[in-house]
């Protein structure tokens, strides 16, 4: 099986200040579509993402399932969280955990898969479980110099992007 794996926070939607509340996430333009795109190629989309305004207590988990059910409306077909804000959590981005996790349940071949993501700390988990890693230029753009990388191929979002594996 393969998937395209997605960041969530400027991949699939705008991340200002923080998205603590259901009433402030508002997917980016053609997120839909791009998801839609995934699925033609023969994809699965799934997201995995740190959402570390939980362990903070900023962010409840009744509002990140609603923000989460939003995303499965538009196809999304497996969500994975790290919600802890320690940098030593086996579960939090780069380390690869959850990506173990996704390709076990989901009997993924990681090396034909594809990640999406707009940070370096995106991009270093993704290249150390060895998929092939897309840089998007919205949101952190992969400006944040977290981590040393370089990307396989850039794109200026997931919806421009999806149009070449369509």
Known sequence: MRAVILDRDWVLNEEIGGVNKFKDFKLLPNTAEAIKNIHDAWYLAIVIT?????????????????????????GIDAIFTCPH????C?????????????????????????????STRDIQAWHDAWT????????KG?????????????????????????
Not at 85 to 88: C, G
Not at 132 to 139: A, D, E, H, P
């Open 50 to 74: 740190n959402q570390s305004a939980i362990d903070k207590w900023k962010l409840t988990w009744d509002e990140l399932h609603k923000m989460e059910q939003v995303l499965y409306d538009i």
């Open 85 to 88: 804000y320690k940098q030593n």
């Open 90 to 118: 086996p579960c939090r981005k780069p380390k690869t955990y959850l990506f173990k996790r996704a390709a076990i349940r989901y009997k993924l071949d990681l090396s034909e898969c594809y990640t999406v993501g707009d």
């Open 132 to 139: 092939k890693t897309v840089w998007v230029l919205t949101g």
């Open 142 to 166: 992969c400006k944040d110099k977290e981590c040393e990388i370089t990307p396989d191929e850039f794109t200026t979002n997931l919806f421009e992007w999806t149009k070449k594996i369509c």
